[in-house]
């Protein structure tokens, strides 16, 4: 008589396998469930999970992919509020996370090279663009291992040249911006890093005009790209204006 012999092998369900990146798990943040990605995030806003930049990850693919429909809100801003109110978790915060979702997403190749993890603090990455546009990348992301999130912040900030007598009397220092040795405007606590970078550029150029009694005028565009098209019409057509005078 045969009997089949009875393999030791277990051919259940397969448990999905984590995909990481450096030292944290993006399991969670690159699924294509949006419910999935939604419990994700509630669970390490609770300390279930660890990862900082995972949830930043989640929240940045939430918003962008649109998965915020899917969890029954027409804008993601609806999605924050739920989530905030559910948590006990600020905005300011959970807009700050998905700021380094978004810097980890746009610069994830350079930032695997240097292995760069959570234990490297997550929070200096809403900083990187900025850093990127005023020092050389080499420099950057050296400093983005080895500084701490204050110094980092403070590393990144454009440097004035201070042969440039457009800036010899405009600084921005901790929370203020001031000409001379007088504040002439400070910025909330809980102003999103995003934001602080776009008024410092805004005030800064007010000031220097301020102080060489110009007149400065704001106008509005749809995008940076519409912006950066502006601006070199802008400096050819004031430049003619001015040989005209």
Request: aromatic share 12%; charged share 30%.
């Amino acid at each position: 008589m045969e009997t089949n012999a009875i393999q030791n092998t277990y051919d259940g369900p397969v448990k999905p396998r984590k995909i990481k990146s450096g030292q944290f798990s993006l399991d969670f943040a690159y699924s294509t469930n949006a419910s999935e990605i939604d419990t994700g995030i509630r669970e390490t806003i609770r300390g279930v999970k660890l990862s900082i930049m995972a949830m930043g990850v989640a929240l940045y693919r939430v918003d962008v992919s649109g998965l915020f429909v899917e969890l029954g809100f027409t804008k993601f801003g609806e999605y924050i509020d739920h989530l905030a109110a559910d948590t006990g978790m600020s905005r300011t915060n959970l807009y700050n996370w998905e700021y380094i979702g978004e810097a980890y997403i746009t610069h994830r190749s350079d930032l695997d090279k240097i292995g760069f993890s959570d234990d490297d603090g997550p929070t200096k990455l809403p900083f990187l663009k900025r850093a990127l546009e005023n020092h050389p990348k080499r420099d950057v992301f050296k400093n983005l291992k080895d500084m701490s999130k204050n110094e980092f912040d403070e590393w990144s900030r454009p440097r004035i040249n201070k042969n440039d007598k457009r800036y010899e009397n405009i600084k921005i220092k901790e929370n203020a911006v001031y000409v001379g040795n007088s504040p002439i405007v400070s910025f909330a606590d809980t102003i999103t890093p995003k934001e602080r970078r776009y008024y410092e550029q805004i005030l800064l150029e007010s000031a220097t005009a301020i102080e060489q009694n110009e007149f400065v005028r704001i106008y509005r565009f749809y995008d940076e790209t519409e912006a950066a098209k502006f601006d070199k019409i802008y400096r050819r057509e004031l430049k003619a204006l001015r040989t005209k005078i």
